[in-house]
Nanobody, 125 residues
Framework: QVQLVESGGGLVQAGGSLRLSCAASASGSIFSINTWGWYRQAPGKWRESVAV???????NYADSVKGRFTISRDNAKNTVYLEMNSLKPEDTGVYYC?????????????????WGQGTQVTVSS
């Protein structure tokens, strides 16, 4: 019912920048997107949280990206962004967006959680 489409990954040299985008669409009506999150998974490692944005404006970042990454959201476009600056080789991985979305259909509200398909970010040294 909900689809997240990511874009913006690629290959960049250390010290460079990338901007990831993730847009939500749904078969029902999107009532609200309560939480957006960006996660990443490096080869041989567990998926980890990178940045989270909630509807009250709160943002949280992994210690490893604080001061370099910025999460932002465009509620009118149902889209979240991750601006990544001063990239390091250890930032390499597949980046996934995650959203907690409330849909409305059939006269009621339906909470959902959805993951994007992932986008590869590779930072060369």
């Amino acid at each position: 019912q909900v689809q997240l489409v990511e874009s913006g990954g690629g290959l960049v040299q250390a010290g460079g920048s990338l901007r990831l985008s993730c847009a939500a669409s749904a078969s029902g009506s999107i009532f609200s997107i309560n939480t957006w999150g960006w996660y990443r998974q490096a080869p041989g490692k567990w998926r980890e949280s990178v940045a989270v944005s909630t509807t009250d404006g709160t943002t949280n970042y992994a210690d490893s990206v604080k001061g370099r990454f910025t999460i932002s959201r465009d509620n009118a476009k149902n889209t979240v962004y991750l601006e990544m600056n001063s990239l390091k080789p250890e930032d390499t991985g597949v980046y996934y967006c995650n959203a907690h979305i409330v849909l409305t259909y059939s006269g009621s509200y339906h909470p959902t959680e959805t993951w994007g398909q992932g986008t590869q970010v590779t930072v060369s040294s």
